[in-house]
C-alpha cells in the first residue's frame, strides 16, 4: 500500500524559507508523477509544483523561480524548497503521487492523483 508522510512544515517569517520532505513507501512503479498541493481554509486545492519519473516538471506561475521540486530516488523522498515565502502562501501542503506519466497540463491538477499524504502546515507571518 502506497503511504506518502510530509515533514518540515512550520512557521516562518515573510521571505523566510523552508524545505518540505515527503517519504514515499509501497511505491514501486518505474513510472510516475508526484507533486506539492497547497490548500488555504476556504481556498480551493492548487498545485505548487510537481515531478515525474523522466524529470519532467512543472510549477505554478506564482512560485516560479522561488520554489524548487526535487527527488532522491534511492530515499524515496520528494522535496519542496521553498525560498522568499509570502504569508498568503500559508496553507496545508500535500504530498500526491500516481503512477504513469501526464502531460504538462495534467501535472498540478488535484485530481489526476490517487495518492495523497496528510499534510504538512506551513505558516508564513508578516
Known amino acids: 500500500q502506497v503511504q506518502l508522510v510530509e515533514s518540515g512544515g512550520g512557521s516562518v517569517q515573510a521571505g523566510g524559507s523552508l524545505r518540505l520532505s515527503c517519504a514515499a513507501s509501497?511505491?514501486?512503479?518505474?513510472?510516475?508523477?508526484m507533486a506539492w498541493f497547497r490548500q488555504a481554509p476556504g481556498k480551493e486545492r492548487e498545485g505548487v509544483a510537481g515531478i515525474c519519473s523522466n524529470g519532467r516538471t512543472s510549477y505554478a506561475n506564482s512560485v516560479k523561480g522561488r520554489f524548487t521540486i526535487s527527488q532522491d530516488i534511492a530515499k524515496n523522498t520528494l522535496y519542496l524548497q521553498m525560498n522568499s515565502l509570502k504569508p498568503e502562501e500559508s496553507a496545508m501542503y500535500y504530498c500526491?503521487?500516481?503512477?504513469?506519466?501526464?502531460?504538462?497540463?495534467?501535472?498540478?491538477?488535484?485530481?489526476?492523483?490517487?495518492?495523497w499524504g496528510q499534510g504538512t502546515q506551513v505558516t508564513v507571518s508578516s
Open positions: 500526491a503521487a500516481d503512477f504513469g506519466l501526464k502531460p504538462p497540463g495534467w501535472l498540478l491538477v488535484p485530481g489526476d492523483y490517487k495518492y
Open positions: 509501497g511505491y514501486a512503479y518505474s513510472t510516475y508523477c
